[in-house]
């Protein structure tokens, strides 16, 4: 077993799983819960313990970010999703640049 899969064994955080790949010549952390994977992490053999332990942390806090910008909702729409395409977005604001106000302008009291 390498160092990762032993330090993984000491790591736990909700119901999720950490997987160990290989992609090439590199180690990946992903984390994965029911059938979704999140992003893959890439990993040194030359980090230390306490940077992989802090990678693992930050893949959490990643994960728990992309659920709370899939849950959150404005007027019934996901204006912070993690999911939306960035050309599609590019070009929307693109269009309506004259429409777009400065969210820092003055609004009216609510």
Same mark, same amino acid.
Request: hydrophobic share 35%; with cysteine.
């Given at each position: ?5 032993? =330090? ?6 909700? @119901? =999720? $799983?950490?997987?160990?790949?290989? @992609?090439?010549? $590199? +180690?990946? =952390?992903?984390?994965?819960? *029911?059938?979704?994977? #999140?992003?893959? +992490? ?6 230390? &313990?306490?940077?992989? !332990?802090?990678?693992?942390?930050? *893949?959490? =806090?990643? +994960? ?11 007027? #019934?729409?996901? !204006?912070?999703?993690?999911?939306? &395409? ?7 604001? *693109?269009?309506?640049?004259? &429409?777009?106000? &400065? ?5 009216? *009291?609510?």
């Amino acid at each position: 077993m390498n160092r990762f899969a032993e =330090l993984l064994e000491r790591i736990q955080y909700k @119901d =999720l $799983r950490f997987r160990l790949g290989k @992609d090439e010549s $590199r +180690w990946y =952390l992903q984390i994965r819960h *029911a059938h979704m994977g #999140g992003r893959k +992490w890439l990993l040194s053999e030359h980090m230390t &313990d306490s940077e992989f !332990v802090a990678t693992v942390f930050k *893949a959490c =806090l990643t +994960w728990e970010e992309h659920e709370c910008r899939e849950a959150f909702r404005y007027r #019934g729409q996901r !204006v912070f999703g993690p999911h939306m &395409d960035v050309d599609k977005l590019s070009n929307l604001l *693109a269009r309506n640049r004259d &429409d777009m106000t &400065d969210a820092r302008e003055p609004t009216e *009291a609510l």
